[in-house]
Every structure is written in structure tokens, then in C-alpha cells.
């Protein structure tokens, strides 16, 4: 499942949120990097032999106090 932009939900993997692009069946892929590349994300996730998850890690946002 590819999920709209609008719709991507945000998971805590190891206390650090990801938004996921796409929850896809192991059998269903061939090669992860290029469906990494061709969602735009930087993170795959293999869940359980089942699924690949398709993230994108959220970053903290630098701010300080004026």
C-alpha cells in the first residue's frame, strides 16, 4: 500500500519518528534501494519477513530562543 501524502502515518521505530510512504509485501519486491529511490526515502524496514516499510525519518527541528 502506498499511502497518499496527506495520509502518511508516523511511526516510533527505536524512539524515532518516521513518516511511512509505503508498506509493501516482501514477495512484491525485487530490489529495495530502487523503490527507495523511486519514493524518495531514506529508510527500509524489513517487519517481521512479512512487509517492507518504506520511511522517512522525521528530524528534530533546530531552533533557539530569541
Known amino acids: 500500500m502506498i499511502f497518499p501524502s496527506y495520509k502518511r502515518p508516523i511511526e516510533y521505530i527505536n524512539h524515532r519518528p518516521y513518516l511511512i510512504h509505503a508498506i509493501i509485501p516482501i514477495e512484491r519486491i525485487k530490489d529495495a534501494k530502487l523503490v527507495k529511490e523511486w519514493l524518495g526515502v531514506d529508510t527500509a524496514f524489513k517487519v517481521k519477513n512479512r512487509d517492507y516499510w518504506f520511511c522517512e525519518e ?9
Do not use: K
Open 58 to 66: 522525521i528530524q528534530e527541528a533546530i531552533w533557539e530562543q530569541i
